[in-house]
Structure formats: structure tokens, C-alpha cells
T-cell receptor
Framework: DVKVTQSSRYLVKRTGEKVFLECVQDMDHENMFWYRQDPGLGLRLIYFSYDVKMKEKGDIPEGYSVSREKKERFSLILESASTNQTSMYLC??????????????FGPGTRLTVL | DAKTTQPTSMDCAEGRAANLPCNHSTISGNEYVYWYRQIHSQGPQYIIHGLKNNETNEMASLIITEDRKSSTLILPHATLRDTAVYYCIVRLFSGGYQKVTFGTGTKLQVIP
């Protein structure tokens, strides 16, 4: 069974703190993604990675960085958390198909509140 | 990706089939129809996808019209746990990566 796990379901941090969100998948997927989901704005892609140590910016990378040292793990880092980064953070993974479509599987989400 | 149109909300009686429609009139020939759902405060869950033929898995059935301009997701025996927002999206993977973009979806309420 497909499994994407995230380190925390709920997290509360203070402005200026460095925040680490971790995501692990057990499906040997090449691609991993970090999204944030906000009411009225839908899903927005922050970063993605298509291989170990490879990363690409998504639509809203500002204020975030990522790390992928192992194939199964993709970390999202908020260098200095701000209140506008309060959101639901979703990790997803997919297998590189190289053909016509890929199915992304999502984790349970981390609801981050920055005070 | 082609745009999709779904009803904002629907009710379904527990135990009955839930039929969720989706219009995607501008779909191109090599775009897939995907369905996800999101239960409140949880991550989106993949349900099913298809290109031309009808598809069935352990969760649902997907019926795609012959002209591919619309589709219907069928949950054969809805339970209270099926209460969620259901997203129909159209995707083409052209190599590299492709983000998932959700519209507003259909809020399905399963009623006891």
C-alpha cells in the first residue's frame, strides 16, 4: 500500500524560528513535492525534487528551502518562520513514468501555525 | 491543463451510490482525468484516473463519455466516511514534473 508520511500533523512555532518539515515515502518514488494549501488559494507548489540531491523551485519558493539527501526523504525548511507561512503543508510523491501521466500520492499534511 | 467544472455540493444517502459529475469540455486527446478527494484537515487521497475507457478499482468507478467532454465518479455504496471534497482534474504529464492543481471541487455530504 502506498505510504507517504509527514513528521507532524500539527506544529506551532514562533516568528523567526527555523522550522523543519519532514516527509518520507516508502514507494521508491523518484519525484517528491511540497505544496501548501490555503483557503481560497488551492494547492500551490513550493519545491519539488526528481532525484536525490536535485531540487527545482515551484511557484512560491520564497522563504523556503528543501533538502533531499536520500531518495525516500524530502525535507522542507522555513529558514525564518513568518506569520504568513501559517498554512497546511502537503508532501506528495510520484514515480517517474516518462510516458504520459504520473499519479501523485499525498501525505496527511502538517498544519503549521506561526505565532 | 484543461479546466474542469463540478457542482459545488451534493448530498447522498448512506448506502446509496454517489454519482459525482465533472465537465471537461476542452480536454485534449492525451490528457487524463484524475479524481482525488480530501477529507477535512487531511491530505488529498488519490481515487482513480482514466484516459478513454471506464475504470474501476476498489474505491470507485470512473465513467468517461465517448467524446471525453465529461466524466462521472461513482462511489457504489456511500458511507459516512466518504464525506469529503472531491476534485476532478485533467492532467498531461509531458516529462519532467507536473504539479497537481485543484479547482474548488464538489463537497459531498453523506447523510445517515
Amino acid at each position: 500500500d502506498v505510504k507517504v508520511t509527514q513528521s507532524s500533523r500539527y506544529l506551532v512555532k514562533r516568528t523567526g524560528e527555523k522550522v523543519f518539515l519532514e516527509c518520507v515515502q516508502d514507494m521508491d518514488h523518484e519525484n517528491m513535492f511540497w505544496y501548501r494549501q490555503d483557503p481560497g488559494l488551492g494547492l500551490r507548489l513550493i519545491y519539488f525534487s526528481y532525484d536525490v540531491k536535485m531540487k527545482e523551485k515551484g511557484d512560491i519558493p520564497e522563504g523556503y528551502s528543501v533538502s533531499r539527501e536520500k531518495k525516500e526523504r524530502f525535507s522542507l525548511i522555513l529558514e525564518s518562520a513568518s506569520t504568513n507561512q501559517t498554512s497546511m503543508y502537503l508532501c506528495a510523491s510520484s514515480s517517474f513514468s516518462g510516458v504520459s501521466t504520473d499519479t501523485q500520492y499525498f501525505g496527511p499534511g502538517t498544519r503549521l501555525t506561526v505565532l | 491543463d484543461a479546466k474542469t467544472t463540478q457542482p459545488t455540493s451534493m448530498d447522498c444517502a448512506e448506502g446509496r451510490a454517489a454519482n459525482l459529475p465533472c465537465n471537461h469540455s476542452t480536454i485534449s486527446g492525451n490528457e487524463y482525468v484524475y479524481w482525488y478527494r480530501q477529507i477535512h484537515s487531511q491530505g488529498p487521497q488519490y481515487i482513480i484516473h482514466g484516459l478513454k475507457n471506464n475504470e474501476t478499482n476498489e474505491m470507485a468507478s470512473l465513467i468517461i463519455t465517448e467524446d471525453r467532454k465529461s466524466s462521472t465518479l461513482i462511489l457504489p455504496h456511500a458511507t459516512l466516511r466518504d464525506t469529503a471534497v472531491y476534485y476532478c482534474i485533467v492532467r498531461l504529464f509531458s516529462g519532467g514534473y507536473q504539479k497537481v492543481t485543484f479547482g474548488t471541487g464538489t463537497k459531498l455530504q453523506v447523510i445517515p
